[in-house]
């Protein structure tokens, strides 16, 4: 009765005994907030290498290094969920094509590759450089950084540049594939109406780019700000329009979604009302669609549809940002943790609050968001993100 006790505090109407208990918490709510991350870092980047979004160049190594610093920590949510985390590598050994959740691991492992590839390409002429200015264990580790070799003639460089060209535009289709499929996945559970609706894999994907470049821009700007750097606005006001753009799509999906349903009005509408207007009333009416949709949108608007100052831009651009992560994780409890508090009795529901520190609890939530920014500042030590700290005088990825 005690874990009972921990993961649900009350019940409304009738539940059955083996629904107060909230199996995917917030470690399976932390799993899909990170991939979004990712993949919506991976599409920031591509908007430069594949579309060549000029403005977006003093972003474009950032976002790789950025998606690969979450896509190291993506998996720790649902290790640490599980009870014998060393069996996940079972999926490798023993591989099913049948398996949905062993699919994750393929189109993981997959992505992950494409991903150190294109950031080897990328900066290989800049571990060349470094590698000269280098002795002892970094000399070595440039060294394997640069694939082994030298070649830093126009031609290598060309080829190089072909290269991460190819392996940006096949990322970019791997990288909504790994976070559509999260989606995937709730919308395949057709026992649970909440989660059964075709549209739950679009509705990840547009959140994961809505995140992907939201983060983007607040890390950017708290470095710059620490650095003691001048922000790059027109980046900035680049990214804001995309934000703005992906972010209509999103909440429109969002809405879509809830508004089938209702529409529809099935025997299982009756539930989702009550869950709607009841244990999700706050975090989701309130928080989710008020606070940081509603506003977030009339802020992107008037960024969008009117020439702000630089000063203005400085300000509102990581608060709307900020604001809109928090939307994101919002949608990620709601889903996650909102369609396990109805009952299948249909005729109850149970109320979740997390615990500090339990094995999935609030702490170790913390812990497993601040690990990917630990390892981006030491990834910063052999990657230099900024053009103005490459001792190779030019971009060698510009087109």
Not at 45 to 72: D, G, M, N, Q, T
Not at 203 to 215: E, H, R, Y
Not at 234 to 243: D, K, S
């Amino acid at each position: 009765m005690r874990g009972l006790a921990e993961t649900a505090t009350a019940a409304a109407g009738y539940a059955f005994p083996n629904d107060l208990h909230i199996h995917w918490s917030l470690m399976i709510v932390l799993y899909p907030y990170i991939t979004g991350i990712v993949a919506g870092a991976f599409i920031v980047s591509s908007l430069y290498h594949v579309f060549k979004i000029k403005s977006l160049e003093p972003i474009a190594r950032f976002s790789l290094v950025f998606a690969f610093a979450f896509l190291a920590c993506a998996t720790l949510p649902l290790l640490n969920h599980l009870g014998h985390p060393e069996r996940a590598f079972n999926m490798m050994v023993t591989p099913s094509s049948t398996s949905a959740m062993a699919g994750f691991g393929f189109i993981y492992s997959a992505y992950a590759i494409v991903l150190i590839l294109e950031i080897l390409f990328i900066y290989r002429p800049t571990m060349v450089a470094l590698k000269d200015m280098s002795t002892g264990f970094m000399q070595k580790l440039y060294n394997v950084l640069a694939i082994g070799s030298d070649n830093v003639s126009p031609e290598s460089l060309a080829l190089d540049h072909k290269i991460i060209s190819f392996l940006a535009g096949i990322g970019i289709p791997m990288a909504c594939i790994l976070h559509g499929y999260v989606g995937f996945i709730f919308g395949g559970v057709k026992a649970n109406p909440l989660w059964a609706t075709p549209l739950m894999p679009v509705i990840f994907l547009l959140s994961a780019c809505v995140s992907g470049i939201a983060g983007i821009i607040v890390t950017y700007m708290i470095i710059m700000k620490v650095k003691g750097r001048e922000v790059d606005l027109e980046c900035i006001r680049t990214c804001i329009q995309y934000l703005w753009g992906f972010f209509i799509l999103d909440f429109v999906f969002e809405m879509l979604e809830l508004f089938s349903h209702a529409y529809m009005a099935t025997h299982h509408w009756e539930t989702l009302h009550e869950l709607y207007w009841g244990p999700l009333y706050v975090s989701f009416w309130i928080l989710q669609v008020l606070v940081f949709s509603v506003i977030p949108f009339l802020i992107l608007t008037w960024m969008n549809l009117f020439r702000l100052g630089d000063t203005l831009v400085r300000i509102f651009a990581p608060l709307v940002s900020l604001m809109i992560l928090f939307q994101v994780l919002l949608m990620r409890w709601n889903v996650v943790i909102g369609g396990q508090l109805m009952s299948k009795s249909e005729r109850g529901s149970v109320y979740f609050h997390p615990e500090w520190l339990e094995k999935e609890g609030i702490l170790p939530a913390l812990l497993i968001m601040v690990l990917p920014l630990v390892i981006l500042y030491v990834l910063s030590k052999i990657f230099p993100f900024w053009l103005e700290d490459d001792p190779v005088a030019s971009e060698p990825t510009a087109g």
